[in-house]
């Protein structure tokens, strides 16, 4: 499975972005898609996941705010931001954890989200 991520970028506090994340390859073998976010000297963390099914859940720092949503047609997930925060400025990362015969986590490349004040 490869995940291509797109999207990010700088923006004003309490302004929006989107990111995008298409999966490619033995996409039978995803179930979960989501994304993480890593700001510098902090532990990777969990923003949002989404089932096959259309089943979210949030980080309790990003709910009301971003909006995950997928179209399992295109394999795709999308992350919408808004009323970002300076807080939100991090590298975000698509994932999609291990399912069926695929043991293992995999990744996008990471995309820059900078929020300033």
């Known amino acids: 499975v490869q995940l291509q991520a797109s999207g990010g970028g700088l923006v004003q506090a309490g302004g929006s972005l989107r990111l995008s994340c298409a999966a490619s390859?033995?996409?039978?073998?995803?179930?979960?898609m989501g994304w993480y976010r890593q700001a510098p000297g902090k532990q990777r963390e969990l923003v949002a996941s989404?089932?096959?099914?259309?089943?979210?859940t949030y980080a309790d720092s990003v709910r009301g705010r971003f909006t995950l949503s997928r179209d399992n047609a295109k394999n795709t997930v999308y992350l919408q931001m808004n009323s970002l925060k300076p807080e939100d400025t991090a590298v975000y990362y698509c994932?999609?954890?291990?399912?069926?015969?695929?043991?293992?986590?995999?990744w996008g490349q990471g995309t820059q989200v900078t929020v300033s004040s």
């Open positions: 994932n999609a954890p291990p399912f069926g015969f695929r043991g293992y986590h995999s």
């Open positions: 390859g033995n996409t039978f073998s995803i179930n979960v």
């Open positions: 989404v089932t096959s099914g259309g089943t979210t």
